[in-house]
């Protein structure tokens, strides 16, 4: 397997621009090395919270981050493939951070793990906590940021099963486009849309259109079953208005079914409705339908 480093980084509001911490965990010579840990100041103009527990006080003691980074760069550079825990955040984050002050750096490519994750295995959520408890049988506490990182790496390795794999070469087989950070652009880590174009596009009237090729739901289709918490028809408004699909009904070429909470008076012991069970039909028939939990589908949607 090639070399890789996985990277988890921790913002101090919720605008993706402000990172203070990074955690790095390299996987070099096919060994998985100690993390490394990088603690900077972003000089956020708001301070809410850090998930590690990180007080605003601790945070502003902290070297600038323009100090930092050089560092942290340096890391980075030593490896071919920058691996972004969970769907991306962190490589987002300091992109973003590095744009707002104004920091020049040296261009890497990263992917996202939850796409390598949904392109090895078909499970019934990506989220992390469905993972320690499918994988693990346990749970991890978010704020614990070190073991956090850690145990994305180990979710990453035991879905990367083939020592002789390279996660490029993965990607390109699988449909997942390779992010591209650079000064110039930002190209995210996204499945590719499949070549059909048999899906219809469902007509929503009153729905403001703005394309957003980058966005995940771009050209991909969404079919919701169960109760959600955000109302269905204000999650196909918004699978819609960046260019994506949102049909009633599902077929062999549907994209995503995203699965809320299901009413077992309705659906039985089995737990299934009748579109899961009609997904799970056109999967064994080498249908690539991807089986999502609502939180799956906000984190798409506010990546």
Not at 158 to 172: G, M, Q, R, S, T
Not at 257 to 278: A, C, F, I, P, Y
Request: some cysteine.
């Amino acid at each position: 397997m090639s070399d890789f480093v996985v990277v988890h980084a921790e913002c101090v509001n919720e605008f993706k621009d402000s990172v203070c911490h990074i955690v790095l965990v390299p996987f070099h010579n096919g060994l998985k090395h100690e993390p490394i840990h990088f603690y900077m100041n972003p000089k956020a103009d708001v301070f809410r919270w850090v998930q590690s527990g990180l007080s605003e006080k601790e945070v502003d003691s902290f070297k600038p981050f323009i100090e930092v980074w050089g560092d942290v760069e340096q890391e980075l550079q030593k490896y071919p493939m920058v691996v972004s825990t969970s769907d991306g955040y962190s490589v987002q984050a300091i992109y973003k951070t590095l744009m707002r002050l104004d920091i020049p750096f040296k261009p890497f490519k990263y992917v996202n793990i939850k796409p390598i994750l949904r392109k090895s295995e078909k499970l019934l959520s990506y989220s992390f906590d469905f993972l320690n408890q499918q994988l693990y049988k346990d749970y991890i506490d978010v704020s614990l940021f070190e073991a956090v990182a850690l145990r994305w790496f180990d979710v990453l390795m035991k879905f990367l099963a083939d020592p002789n794999v390279d996660i490029e070469d993965f990607c390109n087989a699988n449909r997942i486009r390779v992010g591209y950070v650079s000064a110039d652009e930002f190209i995210p880590c996204r499945i590719k849309p499949k070549d059909s174009k048999t899906k219809n596009k469902l007509d929503l009237s009153g729905v403001e259109i703005n394309i957003n090729e980058d966005h995940p739901f771009y050209n991909h289709s969404f079919v919701f079953t169960g109760k959600m918490d955000l109302p269905r028809a204000d999650a196909r408004r918004a699978v819609v208005a960046v260019g994506g699909l949102a049909p009633e009904n599902v077929t062999k070429d549907l994209d995503y079914l995203v699965v809320g909470t299901q009413d077992l008076r309705v659906v039985g012991e089995s737990g299934l409705s009748g579109k899961m069970k009609k997904a799970a039909s056109f999967n064994e028939k080498g249908a690539e339908i991807e089986v999502i939990t609502e939180q799956d589908f906000m984190e798409m949607l506010n990546s």
